[in-house]
């Protein structure tokens, strides 16, 4: 998304978001038109501008889809460590990595597979992900790729390992703790992975529109973490995509989130709608999950806005979970405290 166009989005959505369109606008116009904030218009990095609080990188790469829905891995492997490097401030990978990770953590990588292999988090941006964990000296058996069933894991394209060579893969299926947690409005049996196997998540979500909650991207995507996700639906999915999201299972555990926006549902999700998605071929890195999904909302919004569909809010499905998220303590929702860094 371009200044312009973010600029656009921001004057509809200004209002819910409770930000002073004022200040983004100059926030913006420093970088000179086309930039982002703290970035130049050939990428480089500067020092954030005053009131920043956090940064969200973009990673853009045309080459890195392929056709049948596969991944170009050599275009993958660059946006990743490109993302991390701009993300941490490291000049090497291995660094970079290291900066998030230590060798003794279980690493668990929650992917979202439900919608089948066109619109799964794609098996060649774990692949990638798996490679700069090992830069940080995990072992494979230390790291685990995840989601809520194996069946769907098995649909999406991932090869199933529960104790072979190479990284884990499998679902929670009904591996579920026999007690439920309570965390604000949620009330439910944790994932194992989660509650006491994995120390240290990533969260690789799909850049997708959802029917009742607006997007589903990553605060949403830890509903495959709970038991009874179907309970939590109601009011557009709010408070209870915030109020999971504060458990210190998810909470204390997310080092990292990477949204899978290699292609874009931007209309008629979370299922696959072939008529409403489209390649996107982007990458969206972020340390802190509330400044990544707002970020993520507003390329989805635009997407809408350019091909004339109405606003996420006009469409009865406001995704006021983020702002939500954002109340609880659990990052940046302002646009005017996050430096955006497109590469």
């Known amino acids: 998304m371009n200044r312009r166009s973010f600029l656009q989005w921001m004057a509809t959505w200004g209002a819910f978001l409770g930000s002073d369109l004022a200040v983004f606008s100059r926030v913006w116009g420093q970088a000179g038109s086309g930039a982002a904030a703290g970035q130049s218009s050939s990428g480089s990095?500067?020092?954030?501008a005053a009131g920043k609080t956090c940064r969200v990188v973009t990673v853009r790469n045309s080459a890195v889809l392929l056709g049948d829905n596969r991944v170009n891995s050599h275009a993958a492997d660059q946006m990743v460590t490109e993302g991390m490097l701009r993300l941490t401030g490291e000049s090497g990978a291995d660094?970079?990595?290291?900066?998030l990770f230590s060798t003794g953590d279980v690493v668990g990588i929650k992917v979202n597979a439900m919608g089948g292999m066109p619109s799964a988090t794609h098996t060649g941006v774990v692949d990638a992900?798996?490679?700069?964990?090992?830069?940080?000296?995990?072992?494979d058996e230390n790291i685990i790729v995840w989601d809520r069933l194996t069946d769907e894991l098995q649909k999406a394209g991932y090869v199933i390992n529960?104790?072979?060579?190479?990284?884990?893969?499998?679902?929670?299926?009904?591996?579920?703790?026999?007690?439920?947690?309570?965390?604000?409005?949620?009330?439910?049996?944790?994932?194992?992975?989660?509650s006491s196997r994995c120390t240290a998540l990533i969260n690789v979500p799909v850049l997708k529109d959802h029917d009742l909650s607006g997007v589903s991207l990553g605060l949403k995507n830890f509903y495959g973490a709970i038991h009874n996700p179907n309970k939590y639906h109601d009011h557009n999915c709010d408070p209870y995509?915030?109020?999971?999201?504060?458990?210190?299972?998810?909470?204390?555990r997310l080092r990292l989130t990477i949204c899978d926006g290699l292609s874009m549902q931007y209309n008629g999700g979370p299922?696959?709608?072939p008529q409403w998605n489209e390649p996107f071929s982007?990458?969206?890195?972020?340390?802190?999950?509330?400044?990544?999904?707002?970020?993520?909302?507003?390329?989805?919004?635009?997407?809408?806005?350019?091909?004339?569909?109405?606003?996420?809010?006009?469409?009865?499905?406001?995704?006021?979970?983020?702002?939500?998220?954002?109340?609880?303590?659990?990052?940046?929702?302002?646009p005017a405290r996050i430096e955006v860094v497109s590469i």
């Open 45 to 48: 990095v500067k020092p954030a």
């Open 95 to 99: 660094a970079a990595w290291k900066k």
């Open 129 to 139: 992900i798996i490679a700069g964990l090992k830069k940080a000296g995990i072992r």
């Open 162 to 194: 529960r104790s072979g060579p190479g990284a884990r893969c499998f679902g929670t299926d009904r591996d579920y703790d026999p007690y439920p947690e309570t965390a604000g409005s949620i009330g439910s049996c944790f994932s194992a992975l989660v």
């Open 241 to 252: 995509i915030a109020d999971l999201n504060t458990h210190p299972y998810l909470k204390d």
């Open 271 to 273: 299922a696959f709608k």
């Open 282 to 334: 982007t990458l969206i890195f972020g340390i802190d999950p509330v400044a990544v999904d707002r970020v993520g909302c507003g390329l989805i919004e635009e997407h809408r806005r350019e091909r004339g569909l109405p606003s996420l809010r006009d469409a009865g499905r406001n995704p006021v979970h983020i702002a939500t998220a954002a109340q609880r303590g659990l990052g940046v929702d302002d």
